[in-house]
């Protein structure tokens, strides 16, 4: 029975003759060609530092855009951590307002870290939803007790799952006694490149048999050769 060894980084195949093949990492280079490799690069923090005073319709920055999806969205100067950040205001005795925006990074894929949420005298409640081809792969909620004016980091405990969608929904609570504005900083992101997955073509079948060829030739053999097997085997 022919026995497989596996010696160092080569694979050999011991019946009275040795295949020798390229080592494991030009394998493992192959089969990122033929299958695509995905990387993630820098993490990228969005600051909102070059965007416009005033209503926020879009804006992008690192290859990221935010989009003001429901309620009154504004960029302030005024305020953040540092400034500028946007922010939504509910004005005193109103319903809770909730406003949502969203994270793209132009259909490609990345992953979401984390974001920093503020209010001036209100709790915050909270839902944060990433999605893959429109199906959401995580979705959490919860509310920040009340930060007195001050900024809390929201952590992402999916921060690994691809997505090319997120969306961050706040809800602003009632208030009688004055306005309340709440709002959103230094949301962290990383995009994820993937290579193309490449075509069969002669040349990949070329590189898929250089092994062979390499084996025959230490073997003086040619294609049409025939190899003698002894029946005991070591």
């Not at 230094?186 to 062979?212: A, K, M, Q, R």
Request: net charge neutral.
């Amino acid at each position: 029975m022919n026995k497989i060894h596996f010696w160092k980084s080569y694979f050999a195949l011991t019946s009275n003759f040795l295949v020798s093949i390229a080592p494991a990492t030009h394998l493992i280079t192959l089969l990122g060609l033929l299958l695509g490799v995905q990387q993630a690069a820098s993490a990228a923090t969005l600051t909102f530092e070059q965007a416009s005073v005033g209503t926020l319709s879009t804006y992008t920055e690192s290859g990221f855009t935010t989009s003001a999806v429901s309620g009154p969205w504004v960029v302030s100067d005024s305020y953040g951590k540092p400034a500028p950040f946007i922010k939504f205001t509910n004005e005193a005795g109103l319903n809770p307002l909730t406003a949502t925006i969203q994270i793209t990074n132009n259909d490609s894929k990345f992953t979401f870290g984390s974001v920093d949420l503020y209010s001036s005298v209100t709790p915050i409640p909270y839902v944060i939803t990433g999605s893959l081809n429109s199906t959401a792969v995580f979705s959490f909620e919860g509310t920040v007790p009340n930060t007195f004016g001050n900024f809390k980091t929201v952590v992402n405990s999916n921060s690994n799952y691809l997505i090319d969608s997120l969306t961050i929904s706040l809800t602003n609570p009632a208030v009688t006694c004055c306005s309340n504005p709440m709002g959103l900083d230094n949301i962290t992101v990383t995009p994820i490149s993937t290579t193309s997955v490449p075509e069969p073509n002669s040349s990949v079948f070329f590189l898929l048999g250089l092994p062979v060829v390499t084996w025959l030739s230490r073997r003086n053999l040619t294609p049409g050769s025939t190899i003698r097997r002894d029946k005991k085997l070591s």
